[in-house]
């Protein structure tokens, strides 16, 4: 394990435990310098004494750069693994995690997300998964930094690049897109055809009776862009932070006719996401159940908003196979080939 391996192996255990941003930054930070070292120049400031005179390296940081360049497993890093070990899972939920080949929920800092794209991709990666797709926020959800169609655009560009850096690993181009009230995408027709993967979601407006509701997702299911139907009842069960610090209260589900939605999701070939964030696990049991029976594809996802968090997937297999869901209804079980052909 290299050091900056070792800091960000530090910052996933970190947000995966929920730490504090302040505490995760700094190790993710400290990564960013010493991949900027030379090795002879990384051998003199461990010599020399001199790391922590580096902008972003402090004592905490240094101790563990020191102890991965020895060889030796950094106490802080030990520490970690001990307090937060690894979650276990048996059975059919355990059988379903290793199925998994990648996350088709996922954003990084040019929306709401806290890390660059190829952090992102390099913690997809430490855990196994073959590909992971960015699906960063649409325009029109302005407090999560969404992104216009230039700033999609560019981002295709970046992704591309990193595809090359990275392969085989691929990171599937995206967006999260937002389900207007009259049900339709909030991007255009042209970029939503040069993506990989469509999540849309509703954010707005979530109060409105079922009469609306039921109608606006019908439409966004049946709009052949659609891969994946994100948290459909939108709920919230604990309050939570946004990037920025702003806090969003717990919030009921939203009203709509699940049969009908559920129904259609089958017709037109669009996955329901099975949503694993601790706040969300969305659809609820009875509504995931509902969805099982009525014969509906799934996308095991963590909407992760950190690369820490994209160990959060196991709350989600633990809920698939409790309905009875199996890997081979669950579109993140496939290749990246055979899940861009379907």
């Known amino acids: 394990m290299t050091p900056a ?16 941003t302040y505490r995760v930054s700094a190790f993710r930070t400290a990564a960013h310098v010493v991949d900027g070292l030379s090795d002879a120049e990384l051998d003199r400031r461990i010599r020399t004494r001199t790391l922590t005179d580096l902008k972003g390296i402090g004592a905490k940081t240094a101790a ?22 690894p979650t276990t899972l048996e059975g059919a939920a355990g059988e379903l995690r290793q199925a998994l080949r990648g996350d088709l929920h996922t954003h990084s800092e040019w929306s709401d997300g806290g890390s660059p794209i190829r ?6 990666i430490g855990i196994g998964h073959e590909y992971l797709a960015l699906t960063d926020h649409s325009p029109r959800l302005t407090v999560a930094n969404g992104l216009s169609a230039e700033r999609l655009a560019r981002q295709l560009d970046v992704v591309a690049e990193l595809n090359e850096e990275l392969a085989p690993f691929r990171i599937l181009t995206g967006i999260e897109c937002d389900i207007n009230a009259d049900g339709t995408l909030d991007q255009t027709d042209e970029l939503l055809a040069r993506v990989d993967v469509v999540v849309a979601s509703v954010h707005s407006e979530l109060r409105a009776p079922a009469s609306q509701m039921t109608p606006r997702m019908l439409a966004a299911v049946a709009n052949p862009h659609t891969d994946v139907l994100g948290h459909c009842t939108g709920r919230l069960l604990v309050e939570r932070t946004q990037k920025g610090g702003k806090s969003q209260k717990p919030r009921p589900e939203s009203e709509f006719d699940a049969e009908a939605v ?10 329901v996401e099975i949503n694993s964030r601790p706040e969300r696990l969305d659809p609820p049991s ?22 820490g968090q994209l160990d959060w997937q196991g709350a989600g297999c633990e809920r698939a196979a409790a309905a009875g869901i199996t890997a081979e209804r ?13």
């Open 64 to 85: 563990v750069v020191v102890q991965a360049h020895a060889g030796e497993e950094p106490e802080y890093l030990a520490g970690l693994k001990a307090q937060h070990p």
């Open 286 to 307: 009875r509504l995931l159940q509902l969805a099982a029976d009525l014969g509906c594809e799934f996308a095991i996802d963590t909407d992760a908003h950190a690369p």
């Open 330 to 342: 669950v579109i993140n079980t496939r290749t990246a080939g055979e899940l861009l052909a379907r």
């Open 262 to 271: 559920f129904r259609a999701c089958v017709e037109h070939g669009t996955a």
């Open 119 to 124: 952090e992102m991709a390099l913690a997809a």
């Open 5 to 20: 391996d070792a800091l960000r192996r530090i910052a996933f255990l970190l947000e995966r435990a929920r730490e504090p």
